[in-house]
Nanobody, 120 residues
Framework: QVQLVESGGGLVQPGGSLRLSCAASTNIFYNYDMAWYRQAPGKQRELVATITTGGTTNYADSVKGRFTISRDNAKNTVSLQMNSLKPEDTAVYYC??????????????WGQGTQVTVSS
């Protein structure tokens, strides 16, 4: 079982920045594809950004150019730098870890989530 603990959420004004972090309790963190999802009230959970074991990143169109996902395998952490925040970015943000072998998801873990509110 892998524990994922998010931090860094909070209240920010439109145009501001926040940095989310997720710490994973595994000594094979480098084997996991990592991602950030978010869920706004009344909406389905949506994928925000992913980073593979090899460092390849992908972003939802709505956050491209504003958000940056990164990982530190030495510290077992994944981060999401969010700039130029908009009210529509308001959501609970979840960290996700997947262990994928030969295109099969062997393990799939979620954090508890951290609230991000963008409001003036």
């Amino acid at each position: 079982q892998v524990q994922l603990v998010e931090s860094g959420g909070g209240l920010v004004q439109p145009g501001g920045s926040l940095r989310l972090s997720c710490a994973a309790s595994t000594n094979i963190f480098y084997n996991y594809d990592m991602a950030w999802y978010r869920q706004a009230p009344g909406k389905q959970r949506e994928l925000v950004a992913t980073i593979t074991t090899g460092g390849t990143t992908n972003y939802a169109d709505s956050v491209k150019g504003r958000f940056t996902i990164s990982r530190d395998n030495a510290k077992n952490t994944v981060s999401l730098q969010m700039n130029s925040l908009k009210p529509e970015d308001t959501a609970v943000y979840y960290c996700n870890a997947k262990l994928v072998v030969v295109a099969t998801i062997l393990r799939n873990y979620w954090g508890q989530g951290t609230q991000v509110t963008v409001s003036s």
